[in-house]
């Protein structure tokens, strides 16, 4: 059983995703439950209303993964690092 359905509460009807995209960066998105995202997802996924959401490209095309938190923060941490050393490049070519 799900912890929606152990406290009794219903799951929300929308979310908001927290997306990691190395093409285009973070961004969030009001996703509908049922039609973006599944109902399992939510209730075994999100927190607080919240769902975190890395995207991958496998040949060009983009495919994305909900994942915990705390792995998110992860990634987003990488995606972090990553920026910074290329702005450290590119500040110090001329």
Known sequence: MSLFGILGKKPPSSVTAHILDP???YSTQIWTVGQHVTREDVEELSEDGNVFVVVAYVQGQPKS???KRTIWLQVKAQ???IDRKQKKKSFFRV
Do not use: E, M, S
Request: hydrophobic letters at 35%; aromatic letters at 0%.
């Open 23 to 25: 093409k285009t960066g």
């Open 79 to 81: 995606h972090d690092a």
């Open 65 to 67: 993964v909900i994942c």
